[in-house]
T-cell receptor, first 116, second 115 residues
Framework: NAGVTQTPKFQVLKTGQSMTLQCAQD?????MSWYRQDPGMGLRLIHY???????DQGEVPNGYNVSRSTTEDFPLRLLSAAPSQTSVYFCASSYSRMGLSYNEQFFGPGTRLTVL | KNQVEQSPQSLIILEGKNCTLQCNYTVSPFSNLRWYKQDTGRGPVSLTIMTFSENTKSNGRYTATLDADTKQSSLHITASQLSDSASYIC??????????????FGAGTQVVVTP
């Protein structure tokens, strides 16, 4: 199993450009999520999905869109990149939801994004 | 204010020595607490998961403790190795009825093990 994969590993954008960060998992997990990690701060939830066709906003959703057409894939779209979106982005998946369940969340290797 | 505070922010230890990292949280009601290890340039990897009824959980040279009454957890690294150099993140899960659950991430403690 490849686990959770993310592409690209690095990306530089200019302000106003759009792009899609790809995330895929091969563990048949229903729950997938996107986080951003900034220096000195904990990971913050951007968007999440509890199954194909179902997505919802997390803590910091502004400027990002997601869709979930299959169980395996959960792409994150930046609509119009801004310097404040410079960050490291992590995709994660789990078998069930985090709040009440005793399960493990698997993270991808991350995408380091710089917006100039 | 972050509901999960970790200390110290960073520490340097000699190879072979022990160290203890602290995590204080205010998340309530509480479901479970996790410790992750994040190597530079990689995603976090789970070390331990503890529910409110568990006091200690080990994973090799890593031992996590939990005091749910005082809302404190610690991660003890025994006989440190160079490969232990990483950021260690404390994550607390709140008990909710929504479809996702509520995770609060600490900012992490950066550990550097020197020869």
């Amino acid at each position: 199993n490849a686990g959770v994969t993310q592409t690209p590993k690095f990306q530089v954008l200019k302000t106003g450009q759009s792009m899609t960060l790809q995330c895929a998992q091969d563990m048949n997990h229903e729950y997938m999520s996107w986080y951003r990690q900034d220096p000195g701060m904990g990971l913050r939830l951007i968007h999440y999905s509890v199954g194909a066709g179902i997505t919802d906003q997390g803590e910091v959703p502004n400027g990002y869109n997601v869709s979930r057409s299959t169980t395996e894939d959960f792409p994150l779209r930046l609509l119009s990149a801004a310097p404040s979106q410079t960050s490291v982005y992590f995709c994660a998946s789990s078998y069930s939801r985090m709040g009440l369940s005793y399960n493990e969340q698997f993270f991808g290797p991350g995408t380091r994004l710089t917006v100039l | 204010k972050n509901q999960v505070e970790q200390s110290p922010q960073s520490l340097i230890i000699l190879e072979g020595k022990n160290c203890t990292l602290q995590c204080n949280y205010t998340v309530s009601p509480f479901s479970n607490l996790r410790w992750y290890k994040q190597d530079t340039g990689r995603g976090p990897v789970s070390l331990t998961i503890m529910t409110f009824s568990e006091n200690t959980k080990s994973n090799g040279r890593y031992t996590a403790t939990l005091d749910a009454d005082t809302k404190q957890s610690s991660l003890h690294i025994t006989a440190s190795q160079l490969s232990d150099s990483a950021s260690y993140i404390c994550v607390v899960s709140g008990m909710t009825t929504d479809s996702w659950g509520k995770l609060q991430f600490g900012a992490g403690t950066q550990v550097v093990v020197t020869p």
